[in-house]
């Protein structure tokens, strides 16, 4: 065991400190869930990826640095540490990347890589539909095969920011004749072809985060297949481990936040009881166990070892240390919680309340944490599933 | 960074998993409950031969100078077995202190004998009044008044106290303070046993990661075989979901005592703190999986006749025990805030 740094890590981290302190807005820019704050949210990973930030670990000939898991988790540290904007990309650069690394064609790799890092091609993702959320294996979206490719058709719903992407992927049912998990076939589409629908929705905090996607009769060609026909679920589920996991919430953006709330409380603490106080603690403890616990994790992935079913635990815990952390800040706050972003007298901007009902989406997405604890149980525990 | 053991650490582990699975089943460990220590007696003879009582002496002392993170292993497993006996006292704080504090005499008389498994160490911190396993241990460590002693038990009093944990033979000491009893005065002896209590609560908090995986497999184990409606408990998702609460718990807990071991083992500054939080999320965690691990069970754990209940009173001792949440939570909070 050794958990210091070694040379090159700490140079690494003094590359990117320099460079994201040099370069990152002075002002924050606006909600990358609104049209114009996605805009400008492109143009600031533009500036990333053409000085090889934009996705650190990533092969050099794709724009990457080719650098460890632990220089990534180090990135993440610092690009949190000094507020930078939040990564419109991660749709693309985490979960379609590590799907296409594994399973794409060299063609895939080279078309698709480059301009999904730089943000000149933005992706969403097309996972659920009205009726298939938690039972994702029960969709009905279907794929028709056509002279040279494919007809898709159906509906897709909660696709994160798919009103200002170009293109989506999704898993579609390309053998009537079977059931659930089977007959399915992973596609990558586009969101302005002739037969697309996107219509916005307004999310919890406001935003037009969420989109449905209505498809009918939209042709792809066989190139926008990932994987096989008829086996797409074997390669979404190979890479959910990617999004419940670290790529999705690496410990540096927690780290970040237990720090604010710590800043919160030294300007707040007329107001606060030892109650409180014990919370602001507890956060502040949560955010350096997980990092622990991810240390861990990332030393059994360079040794070489899958994760698996084990990610889930991941997911749980942040997703439910960051409700509690926000909740904590809400509650130093007082009355004043309620001032919407915008509003003059909001402490820090609104920032603590836009936060947490951002936080409680955590719970819900990328598979619920009931989901997830189901997962936990048969897969890590091996209890029986019926 | 590399956040793993090593090779040689997880051998230990296994040869002290090999030895307590053979030697140290629950109905040993319920022996002792019941005041039959012979049991758990010839485990700790076993486990000297093996050479984990002596580890932490120096080499010159016959050990093998392991450090606080070679440890952690170990006692996870002690935990798993719910050993009783003052393993953390004798072997990750007592022989170190005697070896560093102790005058010759001291050392002549004891060290030898606790490194080969034949005397066994209790430490007795400034304030502490309740001393577990004080009544079979041979020798005392004690801070009195700022003051050091090593005080031969037969020459101390020892009043018993009747912990939950039958196996813990707690009791309050007495003994004259006299000068004889004196450990070495041109060491700062107040540091010793300040480094002491960390690794005290660092070596708790690995007992208790052990704590915690036995509880829940057993309940897991239980909610496998136990059938009603037809089909294993287990597999209701309300019993899945407490499990998996409960394995969250514990494994989040883990990394933070296998940090602390090597924060210790490295004296990086600030160590305490990762000793704090090992404390607290080890003791919670064992905490909250004895509740779960109980409520799975049913009426069966509420019974004595069930092994799960030696474990959930191992667990809520060893939490409050070298610090509990609120100590180590206001220490980290004079850190941070």
Redesign the interface.
């Known amino acids: 065991m050794d958990l210091n740094f070694t040379d090159s890590e700490n140079a690494f981290r003094q590359e990117c400190r320099a460079w994201l302190e040099a370069n990152v807005p002075s002002e924050p820019l606006p909600s990358g869930d609104t049209k114009e704050g996605f805009a400008l949210h492109l143009e600031w990973e533009h500036k990333l990826f053409d000085a090889g930030w934009a996705a650190v670990s990533w092969p050099k000939q794709y724009g990457g640095r080719e650098a460890t898991l632990f220089e990534w988790l180090i990135f993440e540290e610092e690009y949190y540490r000094v507020g930078a904007p939040s990564r419109v990309t991660q749709n693309g650069i985490f979960l379609l990347a590590p799907t296409l690394f594994e399973f794409g064609t060299d063609d895939q790799k080279e078309r698709i890589l480059r301009p999904m890092a730089r943000g000149d091609v933005a992706w969403g993702q097309a996972w659920s539909e009205p009726n298939a959320g938690s039972d994702l294996a029960s969709l009905k979206s279907t794929a028709r095969r056509v002279e040279g490719g494919w007809r898709l058709t159906g509906q897709k719903t909660w696709s994160t920011r798919a009103v200002f992407c170009d293109m989506a992927y999704g898993l579609f049912r390309t053998d009537p004749e079977q059931a659930r998990h089977r007959g399915l076939t992973y596609f990558m589409f586009p969101l302005h072809a002739e037969g697309v629908t996107v219509r916005g929705v307004d999310r919890l905090d406001g935003d037009e985060g969420f989109a449905e996607i209505f498809l009918e009769d939209v042709f792809v060609p066989d190139s926008e297949i990932i994987g096989e026909v008829d086996k797409g679920w074997g390669v979404a589920m190979a890479t959910t481990s990617s999004e419940r996991g670290l790529s999705l919430r690496s410990p540096g953006r927690f780290m970040a936040t237990a720090t604010r709330l710590i800043d919160l409380y030294h300007r707040y603490r007329d107001r606060s009881d030892p109650v409180l106080r014990d919370q602001v603690i507890q956060a502040w403890m949560d955010a350096q166990v997980y990092r622990w616990f991810t240390f861990q994790t990332v030393t059994r992935m360079a040794q070489g070892e899958s994760i698996g079913p084990d990610s889930s635990m991941n997911k749980v815990f942040w997703s439910e240390m960051d409700v509690r952390t926000h909740e904590t800040a809400l509650a130093m706050i007082g009355d004043a919680l309620e001032l919407d972003e915008g509003s003059d007298g909001a402490v820090d901007g609104g920032h603590w309340m836009k936060g947490f009902q951002f936080a409680l989406a955590g719970p819900i997405y990328a598979g619920t944490n009931e989901i997830q604890r189901n997962i936990i149980a048969e897969r890590v525990l091996g209890l029986p599933r019926k | ?6 090779d040689d650490q997880k051998m230990l582990r296994d040869t002290v998993r090999e030895v307590l699975q053979r030697e140290c089943a629950p109905e040993v460990v319920r022996a002792a409950w019941e005041g039959r220590p012979e049991g758990v007696r010839a485990v700790w003879d076993t486990l000297a031969e093996t050479g984990v009582i002596g580890m932490t002496a120096s080499e010159d002392a016959g050990g093998m100078a392991m450090s606080e ?1 070679d440890l952690i292993l170990p006692l996870e497993e002690i935990g798993y077995a719910a050993l009783p006996g003052p393993i953390v006292d004798t072997v990750a704080v007592g022989i170190p202190l005697l070896e560093a504090a102790g005058t010759d005499a001291q050392k002549e008389r004891w060290l030898g004998p606790a490194v080969a498994g034949e005397a066994r160490i209790v430490v007795v911190f400034e304030d502490q009044a309740l001393v577990p396993y004080a009544a079979s241990a041979d020798v005392l460590l004690v801070q009195r008044g700022g003051t050091a002693y090593c005080v031969p038990v037969a020459e101390a009093s020892i009043s018993p106290e009747q912990s939950v944990d039958r196996a813990r033979e707690l009791g309050r000491i007495a003994f004259e303070a006299s000068a004889q009893y004196q450990m070495r005065d041109d060491v700062d002896t107040a540091s010793l046993f300040a480094l002491g209590r960390e690794r005290a609560a660092l070596g708790t908090a690995a007992q208790l990661i052990g704590v915690s995986r036995r509880m829940l497999d057993m309940a ?1 184990q239980y ?2 075989d136990r059938e009603q409606f037809g ?2 408990i ?2 209701q ?1 309300a ?3 407490r ?3 409960a ?2 718990e514990q ?6 005592v ?2 602390a ?3 210790m083992a490295t004296s990086v500054r600030d160590a305490e703190i990762d000793v704090s ?1 090992a404390k ?2 080890a003791g919670q965690a064992a905490k909250f999986v004895a509740k779960e691990a109980l409520q799975v069970h049913g009426a069966i754990g509420y019974t004595i006749e069930c092994d799960l209940h030696m474990w959930m009173k191992r667990a809520w001792a060893l939490a409050a025990a070298h610090g509990d949440a609120a100590y180590h ?1 206001e220490r ?2 004079r850190h ?2």
């Open positions: 960074m590399r956040f793993a053991f090593t993170l897991v909610a496998k089909k294993p287990g597999a998702q019993i899945k979901h499990l998996a609460n394995l969250i494994e989040f807990a883990r990394p933070t296998y940090r071991g090597w924060s939080l607290i999320y939570r980290v909070g941070i805030l």
